[in-house]
C-alpha cells in the first residue's frame, strides 16, 4: 500500500503535538512505518524558523517518545518537518499556505496526498475545514485529502451535528476521522480478541452468567493548565460521551459479521442505541456528579477545582461521574453496567470489571460464601487481564478460597506496547477508519449525555462534595449499594 502522504497539523505549537503527535510520528519513523515520500508540515501562530521548532520538538521528543532517540532516525526525520507561522484565522493567508504545500508536495512527490490534522481547539475547526475547501483543494486535486479531527466533536447533539455537516460536505465522511484516541490503546484493541477468540469467553458473555459490570477511568491529576477548555466540558462531555461509552459499546457488542470497518462500528452503534433512554426520577436517582475540593496532607494543600487556574471561583462544572445505564436487548437485559470516571483519585486507572453471577450455595459449599469470578481488563496505566476464581486452600479443611491469575502484558519484558496516537496516525496514512468514531456513534453517545445534562440543569448541584485524593461523592458508593454491590477497586 501506497502511504505517500504530506501531514498538515494545525496547532503544531501546541501542548498535543508535543507530547502525542511529534513523538508518535518519531517512534513510527523508528519503526520504519513511514513512507518515503512523506513531510510533515506544523503550522503555529508564533513566528519561528524550521530550525527553532525542530529545536523545541527535538526536546519534546526525547521526554515524550517511547523509543529512545537515536541520531540516525531523528535526523532522517527532521529535515522532513517544516514550520509554517500564520493566523488559520485569516482567510488571505490559505493562499500562499497552499503554494507552499504544493511545493513541498511536488519536492516529496507525495502524490497529493494530504492529511489536515486538527490539533486546536474546537472552535476553529469549522473556520479551518471552511478555508481549506475554499483555497486548498482546488477542483481536479490529486490523491487523497483527510481531515482528523480531535475531541470534543461539538458540545451537544446540536452543536456536533452542525460541525458535521460542515465537516462532510468538505471531506465526506470516508476522509473524516474523528479521533477518541481511547481507541488507539492497545487492550481496547484485545478486548475484541478476548472476546471472539476464546471459547471460554464468548459464551458466559450475556446476562444469564454476568452480574453486573464496572467501566471506570480516574486520573490522579485535577485539570492542570486547561482550566478553560474544561469549565466549557465537564467530565461528562469530557469522558462520558467519548471514552466511556466507547468502552460500553466494546464490551457489550455483538460479533460482527467480518472485521471491516463497517461491520465492527454497525454492532457499536446497536449498543448505543439500546441503552435505556433515563428521565426525571431515573436520572436522580441512577447519576452522581461531583466536583474535588480542597485537600490538606502532609506534602501540603491540594487546590479544589475550584481554586484552579482559569476556573469560576463558584463553578459547577463537575470533575466526577458515576452512573448506571441499561442496554436493552437479549444479551444484555437486566445486567447493570457502572460507569465512574474521575479527577484526582488516589489513583490513575482505566479499567473494566466484569463480575460474573456467584455459584448457587450447594454441595459442600453450602454454609460458605463463595466470592464471584471476577474478570478485570487493564487499560491503563498497567495493561493485562486479572481473573479471579475460587480454589481449595491447601490443609486438611474443606475451605474455599479466592486465587488469582494475573497477565500483565506491559510488565514483559520486551513489550512497548505503541501509544495511541501512533496507532491512530498510522491508521489515517493507511485509510483505515476502523479505530475512529464513526458520525452515528458520536450521534448516539451525545443524545444519551444530553438528556442527562438537560436534566442535571434544574437540580444544581452542591459543590464541592469530594475531596482531591478520594474516590469521589459518598454518593457514588450508594449507588452501587442500593443494588447490594460495590465498586471494586483492585
Ligand atoms: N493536550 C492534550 O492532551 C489533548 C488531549 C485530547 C484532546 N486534545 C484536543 O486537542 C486540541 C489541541 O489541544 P492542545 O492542548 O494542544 O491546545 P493548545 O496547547 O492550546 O494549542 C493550541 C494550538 O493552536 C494554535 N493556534 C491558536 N490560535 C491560532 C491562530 N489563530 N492561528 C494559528 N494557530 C493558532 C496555537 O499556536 P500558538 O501556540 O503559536 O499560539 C497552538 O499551536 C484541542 O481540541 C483539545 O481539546 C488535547
Known amino acids: 500500500m501506497d502511504l505517500s502522504c504530506t501531514m498538515v497539523i494545525f496547532g503544531g505549537t501546541g501542548d498535543l503535538a508535543h507530547r502525542k503527535l511529534l513523538p508518535a510520528i518519531y517512534n513510527l519513523q523508528y519503526e520504519k512505518l513511514l513512507p518515503e515520500n512523506f513531510t510533515v508540515i506544523v503550522v503555529g501562530r508564533r513566528e519561528k524558523t524550521d530550525e527553532d521548532y525542530r529545536e523545541e520538538i527535538y526536546r519534546s521528543i526525547k521526554a515524550f517518545s517511547r523509543f529512545e532517540v537515536n541520531g540516525e532516525v531523528w535526523n532522517n526525520l527532521r529535515d522532513r518537518i517544516y514550520y509554517w507561522s500564520m493566523d488559520f484565522l485569516q482567510e488571505e493567508t490559505y493562499g500562499l499556505f497552499n503554494r507552499f504545500l504544493s511545493e513541498k508536495e511536488y519536492q516529496y512527490d507525495t502524490k497529493g496526498n494530504r492529511i489536515y490534522y486538527m490539533a486546536v481547539a474546537p472552535e476553529y475547526f469549522e473556520g479551518i475545514v471552511d478555508k481549506l475547501h475554499r483555497h486548498c483543494m482546488d477542483e481536479g486535486i490529486k490523491g487523497w485529502h483527510r481531515v482528523v479531527i480531535e475531541k470534543p466533536f461539538g458540545r451537544d447533539l446540536n452543536s456536533a451535528k452542525y460541525l458535521n455537516d460542515k465537516i462532510v460536505q468538505v471531506f465526506q465522511e470516508e476522509n473524516t476521522y474523528r479521533i477518541d484516541h481511547y481507541l488507539g490503546k492497545e487492550m481496547l484493541q484485545n478486548i475484541m480478541v478476548l472476546r471472539f477468540a476464546n471459547m471460554i469467553f464468548e459464551p458466559l458473555w450475556n446476562n444469564r452468567f454476568i452480574d453486573h459490570i464496572q467501566i471506570f477511568s ?24 467519548s471514552h466511556m461509552l466507547q468502552l460500553v459499546s466494546l464490551i457489550a457488542m455483538e460479533p460482527p459479521n467480518d472485521l471491516d470497518t463497517k461491520s465492527i462500528q454497525d454492532e457499536k452503534v446497536k449498543v448505543l442505541k439500546a441503552i435505556k433512554k433515563m428521565a426525571g426520577k431515573d436520572i436522580e436517582e441512577n447519576t452522581v456528579r461531583g466536583q474535588y475540593g480542597s485537600r490538606r496532607s502532609e506534602r501540603g494543600e491540594i487546590s479544589g477545582y475550584r481554586q484552579e487556574a482559569r476556573v469560576a471561583p463558584h463553578s459547577n462544572t463537575e470533575t466526577f461521574v458515576a452512573l448506571k445505564l441499561y442496554i436493552e436487548n437479549f444479551r ?38 463463595l466470592q464471584p469470578n471476577i474478570l478485570v481488563i487493564r487499560i491503563q496505566p498497567m495493561e493485562g487481564i486479572f481473573f479471579q476464581f475460587n480454589a481449595k486452600e491447601p490443609g486438611t479443611r474443606q475451605r474455599i478460597i479466592p486465587v488469582e491469575m494475573d497477565f500483565c502484558q506491559n510488565c514483559r519484558v520486551g513489550i512497548n506496547s505503541p501509544e495511541a496516537y501512533e496507532r491512530l496516525l498510522y491508521d489515517v496514512m493507511r485509510g483505515d477508519r476502523t479505530l475512529f468514531a464513526r458520525w452515528d456513534e458520536v450521534e448516539y453517545a451525545w443524545k444519551f449525555v444530553d438528556n442527562i445534562l438537560e436534566a442535571w440543569k434544574n437540580h444544581p448541584p452542591i459543590f464541592p462534595n469530594y475531596e482531591a485524593g478520594t474516590w469521589g461523592p459518598g454518593e457514588a458508593d450508594k449507588l452501587l449499594q442500593k443494588d447490594h454491590r460495590n465498586w471494586i477497586n483492585r
Open 218 to 241: 480516574s486520573e490522579t491529576v485535577g485539570v492542570e493548565n486547561r482550566g478553560d477548555y474544561y469549565e466549557r466540558s465537564g467530565a461528562m462531555r469530557d469522558m462520558v460521551q
Open 332 to 369: 444484555w437485559a437486566g445486567v447493570p453496567f457502572y460507569i465512574r470516571t474521575g479527577k484526582r483519585m488516589p489513583e490513575k486507572s482505566t479499567e473494566i470489571l466484569i463480575q460474573f453471577k456467584t455459584m448457587e450455595n450447594i454441595l459442600y459449599f453450602k454454609d460458605k460464601q
